[in-house]
């Protein structure tokens, strides 16, 4: 057993934070969010081509650093200490991880361009009547002799706007909530017939509505097995949900530390209000959410690789302490700040709000409560 | 990074396994199993065992009788000893005053006292707490006044746990009465058959005969029994106390507590299904086991990160507090589990009583137990005080 990170893991939280450090303050990064695009595009071009940290989590025979989901974590938790929007997330861990899980000629085609930066992902899974359930799928891929046609509505899929690829879930068969039928597909982003209404996130971000209508696209497209898709998305969404709880962890320790400055200097009464027990209390409280969500996070994402269903059980028992957590932690950063915590002036409300999105981010914590429930609690 | 267990450790896990199998006495076993009350001679008896094996003192130092395990090898045995429900062993001995002696102790100190505490020949008290001070230990006001190379001993502790049995006593006096509250105080170590000392029962809610008030007058201690410098006692005092911290924690034992409510939840009806199928019953169980595996992984990353080796530090605190919210909550569950049979009351079921108690074998331990384990919130430091070290020793407040 060792919970000490390895030299080059090291090495990658230190470049990263350096960079964010000398690129990323709060202030730039409320300007390019308000900006045409939301976001500056060289930040990506700089952290591909000259940190190499979109290869962290790829093998070195597709140009990678040799990592996986512990660097995903790194990575996360860094991006999460600057509010970072930049599409990590769908295009490294989630696209990355299901062209690591099928390989061949895909991943060899793929990974080295995510790696150069030169491929933007988002990630189409969500309909507007399947909350969190990830079979729950209208969106439909119908077999033709090119390929497949999807038709379908995709709701609220981030990074959509700035998006080369979409990773889109469809049934090519069954009914709307079986497990089998589903399939997973990488398709061009611009192909015709793809509608998209975009529009700004309230923490901070883009994304988008995307309507598939009769979109021809290749068969080469599908990942994995058609109508297998289930098990595979499942494994990517849960490598997802350990990558959102490493952000949060960031997250929840920028709101932390902001609540702790704060009081330092707020005075009250003639005192710093960090002089009262019952703050002091509270802040004890949200620094062991902040710990324990690091440990479940790491927990989280050291049994990634484990079975289908100890991994399932393990993510979820990570997620809901994480959203528990990320809402004590949140909520009082605000409260502890009064007044000045609510307004749009300060940093900390805005770390408030990721976390808040990151609360439901693949599911809250009552759906994964329940989840762990049925793998873990049976009568 | 990693969880697993190397080839090594997974022979020691079944090493371990296959020792306590062959070992662990069946009585004790069986009382356990029943919950009931324990006697000296218990406890001893499975001391004894792990002495003669010479595993009784996992995290000695090996020159002063430790196993010089790792500490994977050291989570692993607490983990199996749980599993199989092996009796926690006293800490005051083993856990508490031993590493202050071999830590601050005199070579003679050193060597009349540790054999006989891993030996299990002394049984230790720790006198701490006083009337009027409780967590605010450093108002402490029983006094010791040197006379010749002895100190007179006057005062009153409270809280003492076991006392009833105790051979000896590691005590905080007050040596220096004008010194700031925590620069007057010393460290002895006393001899619970000194003249003059009474120990008098305190019976707590779960109707237990677990703590004491122990009285001293014009105890004769000689000051070669103080342990470190005079004065100096505090050092001695916030070292032990973190230690202790790490113990409370209590991972290995509330994860045995949680299957074991699940079993009950699986054994009691409520309406025609298993309890453990009333939705919110479940979901108390299914956050009480997330909020363990979350202090299991940050006790893991204290014994198995970066830190590991460098002695529990403040961190401890946030051990000793979720530890012991945790072991509330399982009781709380116990209770409420075993519904109707949580009531009746049973004194004296021990060695010698043949009388079968009322309602299933788990539940008439259920409501002690929970009247009995609100003190882990309070001892050793309330969670009050705890949240005050961390705030001030971790947040910098």
Redesign the interface.
């Known amino acids: 057993?060792?919970?000490?990170?390895?030299d080059t893991?090291d090495m990658i939280r230190d470049t990263l934070s350096r960079f964010l450090a000398d690129t990323y303050d709060f202030e730039t990064r409320q300007k390019f969010i308000a900006s045409d695009d939301g976001r500056d595009p060289a930040i990506w071009t700089a952290l591909a081509q000259e940190l190499g940290m979109l290869g962290a989590s790829f093998s070195e025979d597709h140009g990678g650093l040799g990592g996986g989901a512990?660097e995903n974590a790194i990575i996360m938790e860094e991006l999460g200490k600057v509010l970072g929007i930049e599409p990590y997330l769908p295009t490294v861990v989630i696209a990355g991880g299901a062209l690591k899980a099928v390989g061949g000629a895909q991943a060899d085609k793929y990974i080295p361009e995510i790696i150069a930066g030169n491929m933007i992902v988002a990630f189409a899974y969500a309909e507007p009547q399947g909350r969190y359930d990830l079979a729950n799928l209208k969106t439909s891929a119908k077999k033709d002799a090119a390929g497949y046609v999807l038709n379908g509505h995709k709701s609220v899929v981030y990074a959509a706007p700035w998006a080369s690829h979409l990773l889109v879930t469809a049934r090519t068969g069954g009914g709307q909530r079986d497990r089998e039928g589903v399939s997973l597909f990488l398709i061009d982003a611009n192909l015709p017939g793809i509608v998209r209404r975009d529009y700004p996130t309230v923490d901070g971000s883009r994304a988008s509505e995307i309507y598939f209508e009769n979109v021809a696209i290749p068969a080469e497209a599908l990942l994995g097995g058609e109508g297998a898709g289930l098990p595979l998305i499942e494994q990517i969404v849960d490598e997802a949900t350990v990558a959102v709880c490493a952000e949060a962890t960031g997250v929840m320790q920028k709101l932390h530390e902001g609540t702790?400055e704060y009081?330092?200097q707020r005075k009250q009464f003639g005192i710093p209000i960090?002089?009262f027990?019952v703050l002091?209390?509270r802040?004890?409280?949200m620094?062991?959410e902040v710990?324990?969500a690091?440990?479940?996070t790491?927990?989280g994402t050291?049994?990634l690789g484990l079975s289908a269903d100890e991994r399932k059980a393990a993510v979820s028992?990570a997620k809901?302490?994480v959203a528990r957590g990320a809402k004590f932690v949140g909520q009082n950063a605000i409260q502890t700040h009064g007044g000045i915590g609510i307004t749009q002036e300060l940093a900390i409300g805005h770390y408030f709000k990721r976390a808040t999105m990151i609360e439901g981010q693949f599911g809250s914590a009552d759906y994964h409560?329940d989840r762990?429930?049925q793998l873990?609690?049976a009568? | 990074m990693d969880m697993e267990f190397s080839p090594e450790d997974l022979a020691f896990q079944q090493e371990v396994r296959t020792f306590i199998a062959e070992n662990y006495p069946a009585d004790l076993r069986g009382k356990q199993d029943e919950g009931d009350e324990l006697s000296k001679e218990d406890f001893l008896s499975w001391h004894r065992i792990l002495y003669k094996k010479g595993w009784v003192a996992p995290a000695w130092p090996v020159e002063y009788g430790g196993t010089g395990w790792t500490p994977t090898q050291r989570f692993i045995f607490s983990e199996e000893t749980a599993r199989a429900d092996c009796i926690r062993l006293m800490p005051f001995g083993l856990a508490m005053v031993g590493p202050v002696i071999y830590t601050f102790g005199t070579p003679e100190q050193k060597a009349r006292f540790l054999p006989r505490i891993l030996s299990g020949e002394d049984w230790w008290c720790q006198g701490y707490s006083e009337p009027g001070a409780g967590s605010d230990l450093a108002s402490l006001r029983t006094v010791a006044v040197p006379d010749g190379s002895d100190y007179i001993v006057n005062g009153q502790k409270t809280w003492t746990t076991m006392a009833q049995h105790a051979d000896w006593g590691f005590f905080l006096v007050r040596t220096d009465k004008d010194a700031k509250q925590q620069e007057g105080i010393s460290f002895l170590l006393i001899d619970m058959k000194s003249p003059g000392i009474t120990v008098r029962p305190i019976i707590t809610l779960g109707g237990e005969h677990e703590v004491n008030e122990v009285f001293l007058e014009d105890v004769r201690v000689p000051q070669a029994q103080r342990v470190y410098e005079e004065n100096k006692g505090w050092t001695c005092a916030k070292f032990l106390l973190a230690h202790e911290r790490t113990g409370i924690a209590g991972v290995a034992a509330s994860k045995r507590g949680v299957e074991k409510v699940k079993e009950i939840a699986r054994t009691e009806v409520d309406g025609d299904k298993p309890l453990l199928q009333n939705a919110f019953f479940k979901r108390k169980i299914a956050e009480l086991e997330i909020d363990l595996t979350a202090l299991e992984f940050t006790e893991l990353r204290s014994l198995a990160g970066p830190n590991a080796g460098k002695g529990p530090g403040p961190e401890s605190s946030l051990l000793k507090i979720k530890g012991s919210e945790i072991q509330q909550r399982l009781t709380e569950l116990t209770l409420e589990a075993v519904g109707h049979y949580g009531a009746p009351y049973f004194r004296g079921f021990g060695d010698g009583d043949n009388e079968h108690p009322i309602g299933p074998d788990y539940a008439h331990r259920a409501a002690p137990t929970y009247f009995n384990v609100r003190k882990t919130t309070i001892y050793g430091g309330s969670n009050e005080i705890q949240r005050n070290i961390i705030a001030k020793m971790v947040l910098g407040l």
């Open positions: 057993m060792d919970f000490t990170y390895t893991q512990l702790l009081t330092q960090a002089k027990q002091q209390h802040m004890v409280d620094f062991m710990e324990q690091r440990s479940m790491i927990m050291l049994k028992a809901n302490k409560i762990f429930e873990t609690l009568a």
